[in-house]
C-alpha cells in the first residue's frame, strides 16, 4: 500500500529530528545526546562514553563523542501478545494512536468493521 510507505518516510523524519534535536528534518550527522556528552568537561582519555544499544547506532547517540556499541546475540521471538501489551500501553496513554494501532494490527476482515465515521 502506497499511502503506508508514505506515512512511514513521514515518521521516519520526524523521528530524526527528535533524535537530532534540530528543528527541522535533514541533520543526521549527529545526535543532541552525543552532542551533549561531547560538551561535558574531561579530557579526550576520560570524557564520558555514550552507549548505543542494537546493531547500528541510534542517530542521538552519533556524533563525535565516542561511543560504545552494544547488541544482543541471539534476539528471541516476540511473544504471541506482545501486540495486545502494546495497545493496553496506548490505551492509557494516547486513545488516538491506540485506536489506529488497534486498526493497524487486525487482519483485513476485522479492520472494515472496526472502521467507523469520526464524531
Known sequence: MPWRRAI???A??????LESGYPGPGHTESGWLNRAIFALPGSETSRLRGLG???????????RAPVLGWAPQILPAASDDLAMRVLDLYQHRDSALARLYALVSKPARWRRAAVSPAT
Do not use: C, M, N
Request: net charge positive.
Open 53 to 63: 544499544v542494537g546493531a547500528t547506532a541510534p542517530l542521538v547517540i552519533r556524533g
Open 12 to 17: 521516519f523524519r520526524w523521528q530524526d529530528v
Open 8 to 10: 512511514a518516510s513521514v
